[in-house]
């Protein structure tokens, strides 16, 4: 759902994807994330603890806490409401319209200069990359 369609109120995304597919360490200054597991398990790291998600579990992230997550089964679908909205945005810039509804076989990992335009693309959005995820 766009935030267009909540008069910026909130963004509704539907995730699907595999290991190798999350992000870095990061922080948002404008928005609160609330992630609601369909389907999967995932590990959230937020603030320095640990949230096991399963199917059915729903975990909120608030703005300017650090945050990132693993992927712990083969695939997850999650809604990631997103408040205020608008942060939707970055996804659109950052990504590719997909050709299918499959996912790709193999998530290779971003090269450095992918990493710099990373961190340079998502400081116009509000989102610091703060660098690698901490082991968990």
């Known amino acids: 759902m766009e935030s267009a369609e909540t008069g910026g109120a909130f963004g509704l995304i539907e995730v699907l994807a595999k290991p ?9 200054e404008r928005e609160d994330e609330t992630f609601y597991i369909l389907e999967g398990k995932v590990a959230v ?10 199917t059915g579990d729903s975990i909120f992230l608030p ?7 693993r992927i712990k089964s083969a695939v997850v679908r999650a809604l990631n409401y997103i408040s205020p909205g608008g942060f939707e945005e970055w ?13 790709p076989e193999c998530i290779e990992a971003p090269s450095q200069e992918e990493l710099k335009d990373l961190v340079k693309m998502s400081a116009r959005f509000g989102n610091r990359v703060l660098g690698p995820a901490p082991e968990f």
């Open 63 to 69: 703005r300017g806490v650090p945050h990132t997550f």
């Open 91 to 103: 996804f659109r810039t950052l990504g590719t319209p997909a050709k299918s509804f499959d996912l």
């Open 20 to 28: 190798g597919a999350e992000p870095p360490l990061h922080v948002h």
């Open 45 to 54: 790291w937020v603030g320095g603890e640990v949230h096991n998600l399963n």
